[in-house]
């Protein structure tokens, strides 16, 4: 059980109320019978010896002798009471009681009233109820005649009553807990299952299930939320099927536009190679337009192919023709196809094998190169390097590196961070292009600032990944 949990806590505040309940009944009707046992004792006891006092008039004359003192303490006990009687400084009765006398109660006693007083004898406890005798006169009137009487019984059969009383509230107390216990695992079991079903189906919808549901049961607040979920899941389930459509027509319309212009860019790239054989005959203006119209035709071929390669990956058709290749002599190749080899410093130990797809890690490797080379500055580096079943390869160079608002958006499509680097005729497709072919190569290229400034485009593949 989780600590701090509903669970636990609906456990702990029936237990509380419970024990809190049960603690004030028990507590207040074991209070109370206390109270009214041992007042009716004590009443019971003061009654008795009221009684045998007014039985024992007329006392005789005063002062009384030592046969008045001991037939007075002989009518004051019995088998359950034991009696003294004082007469200034001479006593009848049982003389051990003197010790149960308390000062107080003398005094309260010599006031005229009838006193008690609860006593512990050597863990006994005793109840002492004392009174003063009075005279009658022959006019009728009352005198004090001096004598104090004093009894004493056991209270023990009342503190077994009390403790039985005690031990009975705490039975009370922990039966109550325990059914408190129960009602709270009955309750949360009730509560904590639509909760841990919304829960569940939260997560669910989080990880992409657009098709979660929670069951609603009753009208109370719980199933409130269940519907609110349920009508809200519904809700974004309507909403993220048409954006799928409408991601999924827009990128039909590029794949279905970038195929239709492959036909007419065709006879335009032809047109354009003849063109370009003649562009330098041709006088200024009509030469100048020449070579325009030849450059912007090469850059609507690549931005179509770009198009085309993008649009194969959406759809999840790109795959790998991977074969077992000289890492050091594809990215060679790749520069010397490009006329790159005098540009970049290159550290290519050779003997790093891969099963790789040999057409896509040059497409990698000519984005990474061909940008560092018009957005950076020279000299732009080349590193290869293997670790275990990972390959590097690293791509520097020494210009003002990537601003940070820029680094999170470097792959994006159509990306481009013309405020941080000079502008470019490029399509802002060739990084994506390059980490979607690291993807399905089962790597990751990444991109970071170089110590000594520029910007450091790490590429990380291993040795046999992605799938054939």
Avoid: C
């Amino acid at each position: 059980m989780k600590l701090g949990g509903l669970r636990t806590r609906l456990l702990l505040a029936f237990s509380l109320l419970v024990v809190i309940t049960a603690a004030t009944v028990a507590g207040g009707g074991y209070v109370q019978s206390r109270t009214l046992i041992l007042q009716q004792a004590q009443d019971a006891t003061a009654r008795v010896l009221v009684d045998k006092a007014t039985a024992l008039f007329p006392l005789g004359p005063l002062p009384p002798g030592d046969g008045t003192l001991s037939r007075i303490s002989g009518e004051l006990s019995d088998r359950q009471l034991s009696s003294l009687v004082l007469f200034e400084d001479r006593a009848s009765g049982n003389q051990q009681m003197r010790s149960l006398i308390s000062p107080e109660l003398r005094e309260r006693v010599r006031a005229g009233n009838v006193a008690w007083q609860r006593v512990d004898a050597g863990g006994t406890p005793m109840l002492v109820v004392g009174t003063r005798f009075t005279v009658l006169l022959p006019g009728g009137q009352q005198r004090d005649s001096g004598i104090e009487a004093y009894i004493a019984r056991s209270m023990v059969p009342e503190a077994t009553s009390i403790d039985e009383l005690a031990t009975r509230a705490w039975l009370i107390g922990g039966v109550a807990l325990v059914f408190a216990i129960g009602l709270a695992l009955l309750a949360a079991r009730g509560v904590l299952r639509p909760v841990r079903e919304l829960g569940d189906a939260a997560r669910r919808l989080g990880e992409g299930d657009l098709r979660a549901r929670v069951g609603v049961r009753g009208s109370d607040e719980l199933a409130g939320v269940a519907r609110t979920f349920n009508e809200t899941a519904e809700s974004l389930e309507r909403h993220v099927g048409e954006l799928e459509r409408m991601e999924a027509d827009a990128r039909r319309f590029v794949a279905d536009v970038s195929h239709e212009l492959r036909t007419p860019l065709a006879a335009m790239t032809a047109v354009a190679d003849v063109l370009e054989q003649e562009a330098s005959s041709l006088p200024g203006d009509a030469g100048r337009a020449a070579k325009m119209s030849i450059e912007e035709t090469h850059n609507l071929t690549r931005l179509v192919n770009d198009l085309i390669e993008v649009s194969r990956f959406d759809a999840g058709a790109a795959a790998l023709a991977r074969e077992e290749v000289d890492v050091a002599e594809v990215i060679t190749a790749s520069l010397r196809i490009r006329g790159w080899t005098g540009e970049v410093e290159g550290d290519l130990p050779s003997g790093i094998f891969a099963e790789w797809d040999p057409r896509r890690v040059d497409v990698i490797v000519a984005n990474l190169v061909g940008n560092a080379l018009r957005h950076g500055e020279k000299p732009v580096s080349l590193r290869l390097s293997e670790a275990g079943e990972q390959i590097t390869v690293e791509v520097s160079d020494r210009g003002p590196g990537l601003a940070p608002e820029v680094l999170p958006h470097v792959f994006d499509r159509f990306y481009k961070a013309d405020s941080a680097r000079a502008r470019s005729g490029g399509s802002g497709l060739g990084l994506a292009i390059a980490w979607e072919n690291a993807r399905l190569h089962g790597g990751m290229l990444s991109a970071a600032n170089g110590t000594d400034g520029g910007a450091v485009f790490t590429l990380r593949l291993p040795r046999r990944g992605g799938t054939a």
